[in-house]
């Protein structure tokens, strides 16, 4: 059974960075697409970027030049680095295993002063 599990979340100023992690088991995630999705109150969850098992990588319009999707494959992890982040930028933050559609349970990201 496949579990992903996201850390890294908190509160940061405007203009600050985070980066998030997501802990995957299962022998299967260098095969697999991966992504990080974010859903804030009141709105649809929504793609964040995404990363191909051979590291072809895509982002949403939003968060272009600002965030950085990778993936540690020896160690099964997928991580999100979030710079010069702003108020609109606070969601919960999710990993996702495309081929599969399982999720990890979110980390809260708030950005405010």
């Known amino acids: 059974q496949v579990r992903l599990v996201e850390s890294g979340g908190g509160l940061v100023q405007p203009g600050g960075s985070l980066t998030l992690s997501c802990a995957a088991s299962?022998?299967?995630?260098?095969?697999?697409?991966m992504a990080w999705y974010r859903q804030a109150p009141g709105k649809q969850r929504e793609s964040v970027a995404m990363?191909?098992?051979?590291?072809?990588?895509n982002y949403a319009d939003s968060v272009k030049g600002r965030f950085t999707i990778s993936r540690d494959n020896a160690n099964n992890m997928l991580y999100l680095q979030m710079n010069s982040l702003k108020p609109e930028d606070t969601a919960v933050y999710y990993c996702?295993?495309?081929?599969?559609?399982?999720w990890g349970q979110g980390t809260q990201v708030t950005v405010s002063s």
């Open positions: 996702h295993v495309s081929e599969i559609n399982t």
């Open positions: 990363i191909l098992g051979g590291g072809d990588t």
């Open positions: 299962g022998s299967f995630f260098s095969r697999y697409s």
